[in-house]
């Protein structure tokens, strides 16, 4: 009823950008607030960035000033621009919608940062 996709993972050199997508489809009618999440091996799942259905983002403190999420036109379509990327952002990142109460999960997209 409800799917969730990242896309735009893989492999990058320290300092470079990468940008992430997250298509949200399926049994939706409107506009969710999304969110975007990672998690490392062996770490907890982390809040990355939050936006909300007007288009108001959030960050972790973590990566304020480097990553920008935003909304596309289209419906619960978002992006997370990632630059300045660091080692220590490699992870799974996954994309989330909130509707109707519950929130729906993609499967992950890999983003591994090494020289």
């Known amino acids: 009823q409800v799917r969730v996709e990242e896309s735009g993972g893989g492999l990058v050199q320290p300092g470079r950008s990468l940008r992430l997508s997250c298509v949200a489809s399926g049994r939706i009618f409107g506009r969710g607030d999304m969110a975007w999440y990672r998690q490392a091996p062996g770490k907890e799942r982390e809040l990355v960035a939050e936006?909300?259905?007007?288009?108001?983002?959030t960050y972790a403190d973590s990566v304020k000033g480097r990553f920008f999420a935003s909304r596309d036109s289209l419906p619960n379509v978002i992006y997370l621009q990632m630059n300045n990327l660091r080692p220590d952002d490699t992870a799974v990142y996954y994309c989330g919608l909130s509707y109707n109460g519950d929130w729906y999960w993609g499967q992950g997209t890999q983003v591994t940062v090494s020289s």
């Open positions: 936006i909300e259905s007007t288009g108001r983002p």
